[in-house]
């Protein structure tokens, strides 16, 4: 089974259809800010919202997607 870290590393990748295969499947919180960042990427923003509100964090504008990768990166211990 594919881990976060494989996700993250997608995501900075710019690869959000990889990272969403993988995202999709984690219920945690970090995982569901994945799945935010991946709808960011993908224009959905409100899915992202939601997703977003379920790992009980603020959605950021689209132009800070490359600084939430990483402070979920540092969040994640990758």
């Not at 870290?5 to 259809?17: C, S």
């Not at 919180?29 to 939601?50: F, K």
């Not at 959605?59 to 211990?77: C, F, N, V």
Request: glycine residues 12%.
């Amino acid at each position: 089974m594919a881990t976060l870290k494989e996700a993250i590393e997608f995501l900075e990748a710019g690869d959000w259809q990889a990272a969403h295969g993988i995202v999709q499947k984690d219920s945690s919180a970090l995982g569901s800010w994945a799945h935010g960042i991946v709808h960011m990427m993908e224009g959905d923003l409100r899915n992202a919202s939601h997703w977003y509100g379920r790992a009980g964090r603020e959605r950021p504008e689209r132009s800070g997607i490359s600084a939430d990768i990483a402070a979920l990166k540092e969040a994640a211990g990758v």
